[in-house]
């Protein structure tokens, strides 16, 4: 289509974009004011987008970027697997990791929009479940070694019929996870999300008529595509190559590399994956559709962070990733932590721009995502309970000033649990959350601050999960053009007695009694810049806030 085939004005299509935008984000806020579970309503560990009717993402809330690159590939599994027979009013699941998915807490809720009979566009949503099963409370173990043990394994399978709830279905989800009332609650605010979307795509088609509101998404695509080509053209054409490090490979064995290959000529942008690890024996595994969320954070995070991220970014983007490396490994592989490698990633891949652009560079921030999953008991009903939380850390620092504190970095964007939720709905005590002096990089301008937290469990033993990266100091956040790096993360556990328990290391799935303190110290960012060349009036604010 050239500009002279348009049918929709500039100022229509402008107009008509922020509605498909503002219906993404619509659909967020009903999703956050309807769920039942601390990790979405509290947390924001959800996302929500429009698509095509052939499943390309349109227009998406910025909320949780490993979620959003990856949607549009789970309604791509839902057309090709039910084609003809999908029908209006029916929403569809899955969190299958090999079909598009991510890995099985995050669950996607996806539904057709049909418009005078005809399927014109989908709505959805996907959001961190606290529970699907398997063999730990959370779904979630580095020490797992294939999906069958993480949970229930949902392909495209539909979550309603012309309008009703698949009572079938449902019984098989209550009866295979810890906590039905929970995830079923859930399950049914991402529907209403999805329904609120549906309805207001058929809003703007009865306003604008659906062929222009079918252009408005194309031209949407059309223009990511362009933004992304016409600023690769402004940067400089060269090849950029870095490499980084997980702490292990989720089961105590030897160091798991990522390593980045990019090449840039002309308007487009090819990424090599080649030389990472193969898939390894634990659960750091990333399906092809996490790696591919995080090549849309990272490309618009270095080339283009101005433009909306939708599916057109990645035609500009040529990608060569082998089947069977720990970035695009082979089923039944496990994957439930695989964030842990992908935020590793996502900081590998923008190091390696960096060095093709320097102009780009910023000092590394911490990839350790500490997560801890508690299967519980609520002080409030007696019931059993199943607690996650994360800990952020540092952002790095830029050539503009100085890291965050104490935030969930890079593909992630979940807040930590506040305090009076974990004691109110969960028989653990919050003893200290605190940012940590000194845990960042120095420079011209200092990285962010990591983050401290203590959970004591209380009143009974409970079963743990905890995970986290960067405890290997040789694998701490980089600092970037002369700016120091930043203190490695610790993760501690002190038993009723009082005295640390030893040969845990940074990955453990186990039962810890009544007094027991889980301690996480979180690494902080990477300075920017000569130290020497940081402003007197930083300097005192940092004696005067006693933030080294």
């Known amino acids: 289509m050239t500009a002279n085939d348009h049918r929709v004005d500039t100022v229509t299509f402008e107009v008509a974009a922020a509605a498909l935008q503002s219906a993404a984000e619509e659909m967020g806020n009903v999703l956050k004011r309807s769920s039942y579970s601390p990790i ?91 529970d699907v099963g398997g063999v730990n409370p959370g779904s979630e173990g580095p020490e797992l070694e294939d999906i069958f043990g993480e949970g229930l394994v949902l392909p495209p399978v539909r979550l309603a019929i012309g309008g009703a709830e ?57 223009s990511v595509e362009l933004g992304v080509r016409t600023a690769l053209l402004s940067l400089p054409d060269g090849t950029g190559e870095a490499e980084g490090h997980l702490d292990d490979d989720g089961r105590g064995g030897v160091p798991t590399r990522i390593h980045v290959r990019v090449a840039k000529v002309g308007d487009r942008l090819a990424i090599d994956l080649s030389g990472c690890d193969q898939q390894v024996a634990g659960a750091m595994n990333v399906p092809w559709a996490s790696t591919r969320a995080g ?15 939708n599916d057109g970014l990645l035609r500009a983007v040529d990608v060569e990733a082998p089947r069977g490396s720990v970035l695009n490994p082979v089923s039944p592989a496990a994957v439930s932590v695989r964030h842990n490698t992908c935020q590793r990633f996502a900081d590998t891949l923008i190091r390696a721009m960096a060095q093709m652009w320097p102009q780009t560079a910023v000092g590394s921030s911490t990839v350790s995502f500490f997560c801890c999953n508690v299967g519980s008991v609520s002080p409030l009903t007696g019931l059993p309970s199943v607690m996650a939380d994360v800990v952020g850390g540092g952002t790095g620092a830029t050539a503009f000033g100085d890291g ?35 845990s960042q990089g120095l420079g011209e301008f200092n990285g962010g601050l990591g983050l401290r937290r203590e959970y004591q469990i209380i009143d009974v033993p409970q079963r743990v999960t905890f995970y986290s990266e960067q405890t290997h100091p040789d694998f701490a956040p980089k600092g970037a053009r002369g700016g120091g790096d930043a203190r ?55 004696v005067r806030n006693e933030r080294l």
């Open 40 to 130: 979405i309503r509290d947390m924001d560990d959800f996302s929500c987008a429009v698509f095509t009717a052939d499943g390309e993402l349109v227009a998406q809330a910025d909320y949780i970027p490993a979620q959003l690159g990856a949607m549009s590939l789970v309604v791509k599994a839902i057309i090709e697997r039910w084609r003809a027979r999908i029908g209006d009013g029916d929403a569809f699941i899955s969190n299958h990791p090999y079909l598009g998915a991510m890995h099985l807490p995050d669950v996607n809720v996806i539904t057709p929009v049909f418009v005078a009979g005809v399927l014109v566009a989908w709505a959805g949503t996907a959001a961190h479940h606290i």
């Open 404 to 438: 965050l504190d104490g935030v969930d970095t890079y593909m992630s964007n979940v807040g930590v649990m506040p305090t009076e939720v974990v004691e109110t709905n969960y028989s653990v005590r919050v003893l200290k959350s605190e940012f940590i002096p000194g």
């Open 295 to 309: 090549i849309v954070y990272a490309v618009r995070a270095a080339v283009a962070p101005e433009l909306g991220a």
């Open 166 to 222: 698949n009572e079938d279905l449902i019984a098989v989800i209550t009866e295979n996870i810890r906590d039905p009332r929970s995830t079923i609650s859930d399950l049914r605010a991402q529907r209403a999300a999805c329904a609120l979307g549906g309805e207001r795509i058929a809003e703007l088609a009865e306003m604008y008529g659906m062929a222009a509101v079918l252009e408005v998404m194309s031209r949407m695509l059309d």
């Open 488 to 542: 490695s993360t610790r993760v501690t556990v002190v038993g009723p007695d009082g005295t640390k328990v030893e040969g845990l290391g940074s990955k453990a799935s186990l039962t810890l009694q009544p007094g027991t303190v889980l301690r996480v110290e979180t690494a902080g960012g990477g300075g920017y810049g000569n130290p020497d060349d940081r402003e007197e009036f930083a300097r005192d604010h940092d």
